[in-house]
């Protein structure tokens, strides 16, 4: 099993908070999220800022493309972003466009699955060109207070990475949590609140590449 | 029936090209939206700004929250926002923290109508507390080339309306369109590029509204 990236994002309500995070913890990020927050509050100039400052890392614009699909596609990747988001809810004629888009650019597309997603659809977005889904535990599931991984999380993990899909994990992953996923194919790990509100973001982005390279095997990206 | 309002979008990809033509349309213009493009391009200064120019009109920021609804609902009406927007692809929880957070602003929330919706989830909707919807013809779909109005498309605003929901419809509306939608309970006309792109905005902005008391009567709005 291949070793998973480590993503950070950063959510924030303004780029300095993003900004002041991720330069500590650099060293130990494979893939800077703008996240959908940071792109509201700041725009395209928060996607610019981070492609200016880590130039060689994997820049994710996370717009979450419901509908206008092939604009905010070149908006995000106009301004340097390597792979944009679009949520599940999307037609697949957008979807289509989205891809369109990132292949002219050589960038990719992570699909954002939202509750209500069938593996129907699941086996026609795989046809239709889409690699990467992102896993997602909503803010406002977790609002209603429950945080815990269940098997069948695991479960569709693995039946996604089964019909082909690099899976994302996204939404509260804790490095305690990375045992569980050991026999689960897992492309990125996304942290954000548990690196960004860290007292030290560099120690905890540490902490979690050592447990991934502990769950996963030390073995090269 | 309702004299609708008129509804200027604008999704342009940066502030200036965006208030060049709502300064001369203004005083035609009841709803100012703060286009998703617009939004992602600048971020909520765009907002902000829109607010700051135009204090008495109705500020729709066209956020399509999918996800995290409180956070960026608050981003939204923290930058001067009336309204915001949600896809129908979101969850009942994620519309309910939305909802919950435009209250206590006194703001609204209009649904996006995406393709996939159906009338369960519509009625479902309406009991949640979601008085706007936007019907809505995609901007890829229309990049596949048809668009004319069907009447199938007036049917279903007129089953939204009977629902109970206040009616938005967008997605390139034209003046000669207006007469099609006589016997159609509409809330709010948005158009985008038929004024923004006309030679004269402002002329442009008069005729819809003319096209619009012709169509429903000049009862006050």
Redesign the interface.
């Known amino acids: 099993m291949h070793r998973p990236m480590l993503q950070l994002a950063l959510?924030t309500?303004d780029l300095p908070s993003a900004l002041a995070p991720m330069q500590v913890a650099r060293d130990h990020i494979d893939v800077v999220e703008a996240g959908?927050?940071l792109?509201?509050?700041?725009?395209?100039?928060?996607v610019r800022a981070l492609r200016a400052l880590y130039p060689d890392k994997i820049l994710l614009a996370d717009?979450?493309i419901?509908?206008?699909?092939?604009?905010?596609a070149k908006?995000?990747f106009d301004a340097g972003a390597d792979w944009v988001t679009v949520?599940?809810?999307?037609?697949p004629?957008?979807m289509?466009?989205v891809l369109t888009e990132a292949r002219k650019r050589g960038g990719d597309v992570q699909l954002?699955l939202?509750?209500?997603w069938t593996w129907e659809q699941a086996a026609a977005w795989r046809k239709l060109g889409i690699e990467q889904v992102i896993a997602?535990r909503?803010?406002?599931?977790e609002?209603?207070g429950d945080l815990s991984w269940k098997p069948g999380d695991f479960d569709e993990m693995r039946r996604l990475a089964d019909l082909g899909f690099k899976v994302t994990v996204a939404g509260g992953v804790e490095v305690a949590d990375l045992p569980l996923f050991a026999d689960v194919p897992i492309h990125v790990f996304t942290v954000g609140r548990a690196i960004r509100s860290a007292a030290d973001p560099a120690a905890a982005a540490a902490d979690f590449q050592e447990a991934i390279a502990a769950t996963y095997g030390a073995e090269a990206l």
């Open positions: 959510d309500f959908t927050i792109c509201y509050a700041e725009g395209m100039h928060a717009v979450r419901a509908e206008a699909g092939s604009i905010i908006l995000a949520v599940s809810g999307a037609t004629a957008t289509e466009v954002e939202i509750d209500g997602h909503s803010r406002d599931g609002a209603l």
